[in-house]
């Protein structure tokens, strides 16, 4: 249970209630989840505060990984997981208009689930939270919003967070931050990201599929354009690339010319293009591409995205706020069990998880910088790899390494059995 102790004034008037927990967590997205539900699962008491009233949020990454579904399946719950609704891509393509630019292939991967899977991430988080809750020492509280964190000299040792009742106070020998790219908990800690400037935003959208649309989930460049279609079963979630802060130039009344440009791109898609009525029905990702120079501060620790955002490139970034929060479970357990937290314990999760950030941000500004921004940049050239790249890419050990990087990430990383 939580520990509780109430705060008085000097008239002996109740201020205010002051919880205390092992470990609180600010912001339930995948990786705040994943940590909660380890921690949790080994007795330690867990506070989850999320600032939102639920999990519902157009267009958040539905992407899951078979290295996600590696730490479900330690876990006991990959089977219960994937009989939620759900799609799967076993291949993806980036095409342009006069080849197939690269083919990854992740049926020769040597895993269980040779497979991307495509899950609303209400679901999983939905999904995990209610595992979570099968243990009474994990506590989510919705609608409330980690603002402010108390410090004692150099150490964090609790946030103020608010409710719809008013503030509240929690004190935990450990504070994660799991609260997103605009994390207020590493804004207030002065904890200050390296900035890396990704070419394009995104506009999501969706269009309904029937029986005679393709199967594929495949991504087409072309001269001044870049769109992605991902197969959701009955529906494309579909995402189209924009020049980097252009979205406020286009003007209400292109919305057909808009209407036009998908069609010249995918012409099949025009049977459904109706369903497009507002730019209220499109959603533009702010593309972010970012990490901290230093994870932690003494009593906290940043994972996810608020430790580094990504480029949507690969729909890596889950898996990476999945991988932090595992190796961070893995290395905090014994310390906030025995009361021995110490600042070098923060130190070493990030050591372990900064090289793969790292690699993982260079794959995909090398993505970037060879087919996204050139793409975008002119309406006359079409992108292509260069020519060394796509010969090593042919070659038999090389060529599955792309599937490899997205769907397994740079190192294996597995969950710590019960103790």
């Known amino acids: 249970m939580i520990s509780v102790t109430i705060a008085h004034n000097e008239q002996g008037e109740q201020t205010q209630e002051i919880q205390h927990v092992q470990c609180c967590i600010a912001g339930c997205g995948p990786a705040g989840a994943m940590l909660g539900f380890l921690l949790a699962r080994q007795g330690i008491e ?5 600032k939102h009233e639920d999990f519902l949020r157009d267009f958040r990454g539905d992407t899951i990984h078979p290295s996600t579904l590696q730490f479900l399946d330690e876990l006991g719950l990959v089977d219960q997981l994937l009989q939620l609704p759900h799609t799967r891509a076993p291949h993806l393509q980036i095409r342009t208009s006069r080849e197939l630019l690269i083919s990854v292939d992740f049926s020769r991967l040597k895993t269980r689930w040779p497979y991307l899977v495509f899950l609303p991430q209400w679901d999983f988080l939905t999904f995990l939270t209610e595992q979570a809750r099968q243990f009474p020492s994990f506590h989510l509280v919705m609608q409330a919003e980690a603002q402010e964190i108390i410090e004692e000299g150099e150490r964090v040792c609790g946030v103020r967070y608010k409710t719809s009742d008013g503030w509240h106070s929690v004190y ?3 504070t994660v931050a799991a609260d997103g790219r605009s994390s207020q908990l590493r804004a207030q800690a002065k904890l200050l990201p390296l900035e890396m400037s990704p070419p394009m935003d995104v506009l999501w959208f969706q269009l309904s599929r029937d029986q005679t ?16 279609l991902i197969n959701r079963g009955d529906y494309w979630q579909i995402a189209y690339a924009i020049p980097k802060g252009t979205a406020q130039q286009t003007p209400e009344s292109d919305l057909e010319r808009f209407k036009q440009t998908i069609q010249h791109l995918v012409p099949w898609l025009s049977r459904h293009l109706d369903e497009i009525q507002t730019w209220e029905q499109l959603k533009l990702l702010i593309v972010q591409a970012n990490r901290l120079h230093r994870w932690y501060r003494p009593g906290l620790l940043c994972i996810g995205d608020a430790a580094h955002a990504m480029s949507p490139i690969g729909g890596v970034g889950i898996n990476l706020a999945i991988q932090d929060a595992v190796v961070a479970a893995n290395a905090l357990i014994e310390p ?11 130190a070493a999760i990030q050591r372990e998880r900064m090289w793969p950030t790292r690699i993982t941000q260079l794959m995909q500004s090398m993505v970037q910088q060879s087919l996204a921004r050139p793409a975008l940049g002119s309406a006359n050239v079409v992108p292509r790899l260069p020519l060394l790249a796509r010969l090593i890419l042919r070659l038999p ?6 599937a490899r990087l997205i769907c397994l990430g740079v190192r ?3 969950v710590k059995a019960l103790s």
């Open 46 to 50: 867990v506070l989850m505060l999320e």
């Open 172 to 174: 935990a020998p450990l």
């Open 213 to 228: 649309d393709p199967e594929e989930t495949f991504f087409s460049i072309s001269a001044g354009h870049i769109i992605g």
């Open 336 to 346: 906030l069990k025995s009361g021995r937290l110490r600042t070098f314990h923060l």
């Open 397 to 402: 050990g090389i060529r599955d390494l792309p």
């Open 412 to 414: 294996p990383v597995h």
